[in-house]
Structure formats: structure tokens, C-alpha cells
């Protein structure tokens, strides 16, 4: 679901004037409040973005225009010429006024119906020193900085810290070089409520989603850490292993790929890692669930639940799973016919949620256990188990190192 934005003003707090900011709703309607705080290149579609994506996680968020004492309404793109007007835009900003512009930005979360519970603030770049200054001189309830540029300048703030903060860096930063990043860490290192994270390989805006220094694993794992402080913080708080127990619920018991698909969100997808079957979009994956999942499992399938790890955005299943080979099984095992053989395998579902609704499914197992006891094949000269890899999850004394004895011996 694309969030709602919508334009307000607000007063600031030195009452010199109103600025602008968009404000985006979850879809529930309400929740806590976030304040995200703009790259140097404005209240932009980039932040906008941000906004809705915080937003689907359950936020009511407020991008506010940081820029407005000089220029009203910057909302710069990427280009060479956008790059020099940003950061002439930067060198001029008054970083006092911008956190005074950012507890007004809270104060009228604060005074709004949708928002219930705390409010955080975030922020990217410039965004990044200001969400560190604002856990020091504002009131706000958390917040979060993504390569922040200038903390080293302002460390003294670390003393009056007054909420938890999570700052994550990037290690080939040029904006916040090594010697400024070991300031920052020497400075908030006995902090308890400051976490400090470092990504190796990384440079400045590594989670802005297309830009030239995206990185995906980077950014998914900030993202993750990110949540959990905000969660811990303000919320909000979902039961995730119910919502995910709901949505295997209509996979396996009821076989309704309309309910099934309710459980995700607009944009979900499926991959199984072995033979790479599932999804992207509701309608790929609804045409996959019908064809090849969920109506296409033996009679007999059945998961006996061996582990399960919840944390603040995903939960990690490790199942037995077993079957008989009944009938084809198009998303484990594409184009071969029903072989009749029991199967058991050890299967780990890594599902991760935006807000109550299911983001995406990573399912590993070892497809070279199951060719194995399908007899497709010989496993003589390979290191490969059968039945027996799965079977040890729930029966440690079976004998380790069997395949390392035979072929030492």
C-alpha cells in the first residue's frame, strides 16, 4: 500500500515564521511518532520515500523542511549542479535553528490524534548530527543517525544525553573519516543507552535505495537494528509469531490463497532459496501460491517445529519437515514426478515483517538430502545425508562425522 502524504505547516518554536513538512500515516491510522531528518538535499522524493516506508512499519511520520530559514521548499535530485547547491545549502544551515525546527516538528506530532505512544527521530547525512543532537536537547523519546556528518564537532552533547540513541557508520566515509568515527566511539563508548554500529566496506549513504553507494546487506541489517531500538523505545509492538503462525495457517490448513495473500504486504516477496521458486508482487505470488504452493502439497505434509527466534522485525523458524512423495511439488522439486518416497528434511524460514503484515519469505534446506532420498542422486561418493541430516535435529545421539570416517578411514 503507497502511504498517504500530505502537506502541513508548522510554527517554529522561535515563532520567526511556519515551515512546511509532509506527513505520512500508517495504515492503521496511527501510532508513535517519527521525525525524519533530511540528507543535504532537502525534504525530498528520496525522504518522502523514507517517510512511507516508516509509515508501512507502523509510524506516524514528519518530514519537516530543515532548509526553510534559507530557501522555502528544496527538494534537490543528484545531478553535479544539485550536489553543489546542496552542499552550499549545508555550509549556510544554522544547526541550532535546525534543532530547535526539530522539536518543533515533535511538538506537533506530539499535538496530533494519530499519534499515540513516544516520538523518535532518524535521520540521514546532515539528518544523521541533528538526530544526534536532538537526543541531547530535545525531548524526543529515541533516535537514530545514519552517517552523520559533524558529530565529532559536538561530542560534548554525549553528556546530556537523554534517550536511547543508535548511530549506524560507514567505514570508507570521507564525510566522517576513521579518525572522527574513533572520537565518536571513544566518547559514547560508556553510554549504555548508545549503540554504535560500523559497516565494513561501506561509504556515506549506503541505505539510500539507488544511489551510487546503495548496499543492500548493509542497509537491511541497519534497518533491522534500527527497528529494534525504535521498537524498545516507542513501539509499535506486534505479535509477529502469531501473525506468521496465521499466515502458514491459510498456507496449509484452510489452502485459501486469497487469505493467505492478505497476511503480506503490497509489495511481498517469496524466494526458496534451493530452486529460487516464489515471487515479487501480490499478483506474481498470488498466481504462484495457486499454481504451484498451495494447492500443490501432498495430503500428508506435515512440520514439526524444532526452534523459533523473534526479533523486533522478523521471526526465524527451523522445522522437520516430511511428506511423502505423492504428487509433484513444483516449488521444491519442479518437473519431476511423483517418485511415492517419504522425505524428511530440515527446513529454516526466515520471515520478515513491515509493520503486522508479512514483507518476505527466505526457506532454505538441503535439496541435496532430498535428491538423495528421492533416489535422483547417488550420494555414494558425495558428502551428502539423507533423512538421517534432518533426523538429528530432534535425535542428537544419531553419530556425527560418518561421512568424514568413511572416506578417512
Not at 534451493?274 to 498451495?294: A, D, E, K, S, W
Amino acid at each position: 500500500m503507497k502511504m498517504a502524504l500530505t502537506r502541513i505547516r508548522i510554527t517554529a518554536s522561535d515563532n520567526s515564521g511556519e515551515f512546511g513538512a509532509y506527513l505520512a500515516t500508517p495504515p492503521s491510522g496511527s501510532g508513535p511518532g517519527l521525525v525524519v531528518c533530511q540528507e543535504i538535499f532537502g525534504a525530498n522524493e528520496t525522504m518522502r520515500k523514507v517517510a512511507e516506508s516508516f509509515a508501512e512499519e507502523g509510524y506516524v511520520v514528519l518530514v519537516p523542511d530543515l532548509f526553510w530559514r534559507q530557501e522555502p521548499g528544496v527538494e534537490l535530485g543528484y545531478s553535479p549542479q544539485d550536489w553543489a547547491r546542496a552542499f552550499e545549502l549545508a555550509q549556510g544551515f544554522d544547526e541550532d535553528r535546525g534543532v530547535d525546527d526539530v522539536q518543533a516538528a515533535i511538538d506537533a506530532l506530539r499535538g496530533r490524534g494519530e499519534v499515540t505512544g513516544g516520538v523518535g527521530v532518524i535521520g540521514y547525512c546532515l539528518g544523521g548530527n541533528l538526530a544526534f543532537l536532538a537526543a541531547s536537547r530535545t525531548d524526543c523519546d529515541v533516535a537514530v543517525g545514519y552517517y552523520g556528518v559533524g558529530i565529532e564537532q559536538k561530542l560534548a552533547d554525549a553528556d546530556a544525553l537523554r534517550c536511547p540513541l543508535a548511530l549506524h557508520f560507514a567505514e570508507l566515509d570521507s564525510f566522517c573519516p576513521a579518525e572522527a568515527r574513533e572520537e565518536i566511539f571513544k566518547a559514547l563508548a560508556a553510554k549504555p543507552d548508545a549503540s554504535l554500529f560500523l559497516y565494513p566496506g561501506c561509504d556515506h549513504a549506503f541505505a539510500r535505495e539507488g544511489g551510487d553507494h546503495f548496499n543492500r546487506p548493509a542497509a537491511n541489517i541497519a534497518h533491522e537494528r534500527t527497528m529494534a531500538v525504535l521498537k524498545s523505545a516507542i513501539g509499535p509492538h506486534y505479535d509477529l509469531a502469531a501473525l506468521w503462525d496465521m499466515h502458514i495457517y491459510h498456507e496449509f490448513q484452510t489452502r485459501d490463497v486469497d487469505a493467505t495473500i492478505a497476511t503480506m504486504v503490497d509489495e511481498p516477496y517469496v524466494n526458496h532459496i534451493p530452486t529460487m521458486t516464489g515471487g515479487i508482487g501480490r499478483q506474481h505470488l498470488h498466481h504462484f501460491y495457486t499454481n504451484y504452493f498451495v494447492h500443490s502439497n501432498p495430503p500428508d505434509i506435515t512440520s514439526i517445529p524444532i526452534s523459533r527466534t523473534v526479533g523486533a522485525t522478523q521471526v526465524v523458524d527451523e522445522a522437520l519437515l516430511s511428506f511423502t512423495h505423492s504428487v509433484e511439488i513444483a516449488w521444491m522439486l519442479p518437473g519431476i514426478a511423483p517418485t511415492g518416497r517419504r522425505i524428511e528434511v530440515a527446513l529454516v524460514s526466515v520471515v520478515k515483517f513491515r509493520g503486522d503484515k508479512l514483507w518476505h519469505e527466505h526457506i532454505y534446506w538441503d535439496q541435496a538430502s532430498v535428491l538423495a532420498q528421492l533416489g535422483l542422486i547417488d550420494q555414494t561418493n558425495l558428502p551428502v545425508v539423507d533423512a538421517r541430516g534432518g533426523r538429528k535435529l530432534i535425535d542428537e545421539t544419531l553419530p556425527s562425522n560418518e561421512l568424514i570416517k568413511n572416506k578417512v578411514a
